[in-house]
């Protein structure tokens, strides 16, 4: 074999035998690093949704490779917020217990070389279980049952009041005495009044699905400026600094006043579930009360959590006499910060009532 076919066969057995390489895949490492398509990295997350578990526990937070897949690192990141990285071992995060409640979102990311991958799952905070209060009934008041009343506040030795109904939706300023307006005012027949809340001798009135909030001077009713947002619009309190709004679902939003942007949502949560429906609002003593729409409960909010720390039963307030086909649902509390009078009502109800509220016998207590 003359020195030219001699170098044409070893090129020729080399190209060979490295084509029986690459098709065999002997070289597992090599087949690993060529990765091209980042989703080959992940195959599965968990928990996925549906996972609960409580304030003051822990949740375990794991995931798995494809085969034969081998990366550089992982991450983990909670609600946008990066955690610890993570191998396929899992990670327990520690849930304390006055953590947030309602639902977290996290994501594990995977990094090979210049390629990355993700996945996301949730898993849901649970409160603790709520104290039970009943109420009694201090003293009754007359309430305009024409009155479809949204949102409820007190202020200087009077009631303020949002009503609701296109064509009916009004702000009032009230004798609690008479049940009387003494001050009222009333929005374009296309606006359905919500919540109400003061700060700053600001009133602040929300709308139901008109996405739009006005803004008026306490003294005089009249409208300073009016604000947007998103989604409907249900209850409005003020903790003396910030604004907090609910719409409906299980989330209180807390607002700039200066700008009215959102600056963080609190999820509501008991030990059992979410709690939609968070309807009119009022602060007291450093937590949020709130109505659900629909039910004769009020809830008490813990607003750095969300975790409800008590639940009142409030059935029984309005006498069968009271009772009208207009008559509706139970809405509306307000708060006297000098006298601690607590005051409920309802929408087209014709009474308002003063309660207080003290927690009912456990099971134990009554053995």
Known sequence: MNIRKNILFSLTALTFICLLSFCSGSSGNSNRSSITDPNDMIASVSPVYGKTTTQGTTQDLRFSLNAEVEIDSA???????????????????????????????????????????????????LAAPPVLYGHTVVKVYPHDANAYTQGLLWHDGHLYESTGLEGQSSLRKVDLQRGTSIQ???????Y?????????????????QNNKGFIYDLETFKKLDEFDYNGEGW??????????????SENIYVLDPETLKR??????????????????????????????YTTN?????????GAVTGVIDMSGLLQESDITPTTDVLNGIAYDEKTKR??????????????????????????
């Open 184 to 190: 009222k005012i009333d929005l374009d027949e296309h």
């Open 192 to 208: 359905f009044g919500e919540g109400l809340a003061l700060l700053d001798n600001k009133l602040y009135q929300l709308t139901w």
């Open 75 to 125: 991450v983990l990141s909670i609600d946008s917020r990066r955690i610890a990285r993570i191998d396929t071992s899992g990670y327990t995060y520690k849930i304390g217990k006055n953590h947030p409640t309602g639902r977290l979102v996290y994501k594990i990311t995977t990094y090979k070389d210049t390629l990355s991958d993700n996945r996301s799952g949730e898993f849901t905070v």
């Open 297 to 305: 409960t009020i809830i008490r909010i813990d607003p750095q959590t």
């Open 342 to 367: 607590i005051f409920v009502t309802g929408k087209n109800w014709n009474k308002l009532f003063e309660i207080k509220v003290h927690p009912q016998p456990t099971t134990e207590s009554q053995d």
């Open 235 to 248: 209850g409005l309190t003020s903790d003396g600094r910030h604004i907090y709004m609910s719409d409906g």
């Open 263 to 292: 600056l963080r949502t609190i999820q509501v949560c008991t030990d059992n579930s979410l709690v939609n429906y968070i309807n009119e609002m009022e602060w007291i003593n450093g937590e949020i009360w709130a109505n659900v």
